[in-house]
């Protein structure tokens, strides 16, 4: 997508080194373009084989100028060299006439539909793929946009049981899945970026991440596909684990992020054992989706949460909490270490007074695994009801957040932040002043985005042992990591990983 083409050259020369199989030219970016000059410069100067597109302010792209020249343009690519080019439904019978048996040997051309408003029915799809095939394509390109994730199926449906070479793109975060699993349903590529900014469609993630972070070469028709439903999701360090781990094992199986707005719809959509074989769920998914489950693990359902899901061979869903037992691992080994007690004298937090920050998902978790392990629960939220709800369930004291800063009954109590303040974007905020910390012995906050929250940073500075959330998510991980495969986890590298990507 360069303005010049010394710009473009040196984009391909960055595309080959990070692997790419073909460059896309898009002629409609480059500022003053000579036909005749550029084509010969571009298509014989390319490391690899080129796809050239010329498209029109019609069909979403920047060339506003005369369609016959736009069409020359795309004829003499064809006749220098190029492999592909891009040509959209509405021109491409007249098109494809004009090139009748002139077509070099191994050329093709890829006939697109472009949907920038919502996906169609499966049949108006079937119908558009039928209009592409009959104008004359080799290989039929549709891009439509993704209102909710459910949407990708109906496309990936067409494109499976597609007779043609089929490229089909699911535009917008919600169609992600469409892009990373296109060979796993027989697509014949997918775009990436070259740079994060710089992003040719909407929701196009970049080359390097298809490669090296969903493992793009490694997917196939029969991959078991996992994920992490959540609202936002594209933030998660998931993906990177357990498509490493998946990698290292030689796991035929695919991790990635699922912008999920309605659980039940998307379980109902996609009810495949290989698709979706298993997920993590987050924020704000972990307590609706309880009601999809066919089975609960006991204490997840005390919790009343769930943050990892797996699929039975008879497609039957059953549910696990997770967190709970990350989270209160790492609190737990984080006492242990100051005291120096051996592992095997019970748990550090029996009698210890455990304040717990938030009453989500998050905070039933650690309510819960405190309560467990002997510990007396106070729960503050910024709703007083649902601290109260929670706080009642697990035998313990209820307070608004507002009140937690004069809260010091006794010293060495545990704090427990599972709220969103102080996340990325606002690293500034803090649910807690920092005078307030003295009386805690230990300070464990569950947001990792920053891993130094303003929380943490302060709990340290006053002296306070602090428990970072990386390792509640890396202990989660491993419980995941094992329900999903029935391994364990390989948690060296997940603990690099996090060291290295946190």
């Known amino acids: 997508m360069g303005t010049t083409v010394e710009q473009m050259l040196t984009e391909m020369r960055k595309a080959k080194e990070i692997g790419a ?24 100067q390319s490391p690899l084989p080129t796809l050239v597109t010329y498209r029109p302010i019609w069909e979403g792209g920047q060339y506003e100028g005369d369609e016959n020249k736009r069409q020359d343009a795309l004829r003499l690519a064809m006749e220098l060299g190029a492999s592909y080019i891009d040509v959209e439904l509405e021109v491409a019978h007249e098109f494809n006439n004009s090139i009748y048996g002139k077509k070099p040997q191994n050329f093709k051309v890829i006939v697109s539909s472009h949907n920038f408003h919502n996906t169609p029915s499966t049949e108006a799809i079937g119908n558009l793929v039928a209009r592409i095939q009959a104008s004359g394509a080799d290989i039929v390109k549709i891009a439509t946009t993704a209102l909710d994730i459910t949407d990708v199926a ?60 969903y493992n793009f070469r490694l997917i196939k028709p029969d991959t078991k596909v996992y994920g992490i439903i959540g609202k936002p999701v594209g933030h998660s360090k998931s993906p990177l684990l357990f498509n490493a781990a998946f990698k290292k094992v030689g796991l035929n199986a695919v991790y990635v992020h699922l912008l999920v707005d309605d659980v039940e719809k998307f379980f109902n959509t996609y009810s495949a054992p290989d698709f979706i074989s298993g997920c993590s769920c987050t ?27 797996v699929r039975k061979p008879d497609g039957k869903l059953t ?69 109260k709800d929670l706080a009642d369930k697990v035998g313990g004291q209820a307070l608004t957040l507002a009140e937690i800063e004069n809260f010091h009954p006794e010293d060495g109590m545990i704090l427990a932040n599972t709220t969103s303040v102080g996340m990325k974007p606002k690293i500034d905020d803090t649910p807690i002043p920092k005078h307030a910390l003295k009386h805690y012995s230990l300070v464990f906050d569950a947001i990792y985005t920053p891993k130094d929250t303003r929380l943490l940073r302060e709990a340290k500075e006053s002296g306070k042992i602090i428990v970072y959330g990386t390792e509640m998510l890396i202990r989660q991980g491993f419980e995941q990591y094992k329900n999903f495969t029935g391994l364990p986890a390989p948690e060296e590298l997940f603990r690099e990983l996090m060291s290295k990507h946190a």
Do not use: W
């Open 21 to 44: 199989d073909i460059v896309e030219i898009r002629l409609d970016c480059l500022r003053n373009f000579s036909p005749a000059q550029d084509l010969q410069i571009l298509i014989k």
């Open 154 to 213: 109906r496309v990936l449906q067409v494109t499976v049981h597609s007779q043609v070479p089929t490229i089909a793109i699911v535009m917008g975060e919600r169609g992600l899945i469409s892009r990373l699993l296109s060979p796993k349903f027989g697509g014949y590529l997918t775009y990436g970026a070259l740079e994060a900014g710089a992003i040719s469609a909407p929701g196009q993630p970049t080359a390097k991440d298809l490669l090296d972070l």
């Open 283 to 309: 924020i704000p998914h972990k307590e609706v989706a309880i009601k999809c489950m066919d089975t609960i693990d006991p204490i997840a359902q005390k919790i009343g949460a769930i943050n990892n899901i």
């Open 319 to 387: 549910a696990f909490n997770t967190d709970y037992i990350g989270a209160i691992e790492a609190i737990e080994d984080g006492l242990r270490e100051s005291n120096g007690s051996s592992p095997a004298v019970g748990s550090p937090l029996a009698g210890k007074l455990f304040v717990v920050l938030g009453a989500g998902g998050a905070g039933k978790s650690l309510a819960y695994g405190a309560k467990e392990k002997g510990a007396r629960v106070v729960v503050a939220n910024r709703t007083f009801e649902r601290a």
